[in-house]
């Protein structure tokens, strides 16, 4: 026969206290597939790259004039930058890079094949 679980009993052990709670673990940041370490902007640094040549007595200014006197001429003639690139045989992407100031300038080669297809004078774009 069996013996009587209480008189046989053995010492139980005590209870396990519970593990300290573990500290939040941080996200990783995203990994970059540059192998160049990202730049660092000071707010106090930034500026627009006309006001730069304008403050420095540069041709920014000058610059942006002729843009917008380009942009009239287009405007005034309703010419669309691709379909006019397309009839002068150049790429559209150096008339889009000028207007959306990419690019400082217009190869001459192109504003002469670009003054053809609009039968007007290289200077009429910017006069």
């Known amino acids: ?6 008189e046989t009993a053995e010492p139980r052990l005590p209870a396990r206290k519970p593990p300290p709670p573990r500290p939040e673990a941080k996200q990783p940041e995203p990994v970059s ?5 990202k730049a ?4 106090g640094e930034v500026a627009a790259p006309i006001q730069k040549f304008a403050a420095s007595g540069g041709g920014g200014v000058e610059i942006s004039k002729q843009r917008e006197a ?4 287009m405007t005034a003639r309703r010419l669309r930058p691709t379909e006019w690139a397309r009839a002068a045989g150049v790429p559209p992407g150096e008339i889009l890079g000028y207007l959306t100031a990419k690019t400082r300038s217009i190869a001459p080669g ?3 094949k670009l003054a053809r297809a609009a039968s007007c004078s290289v200077e009429d774009f910017f006069g």
Request: hydrophobic share 45%; proline share 14%; glycine share 0%.
């Open 70 to 73: 380009f942009r009239a001429f």
């Open 40 to 43: 660092k902007v000071l707010m």
């Open 1 to 6: 026969m069996l013996k009587n679980p209480r």
């Open 33 to 37: 597939a540059s192998p160049y370490p």
């Open 110 to 112: 192109t504003l002469q």
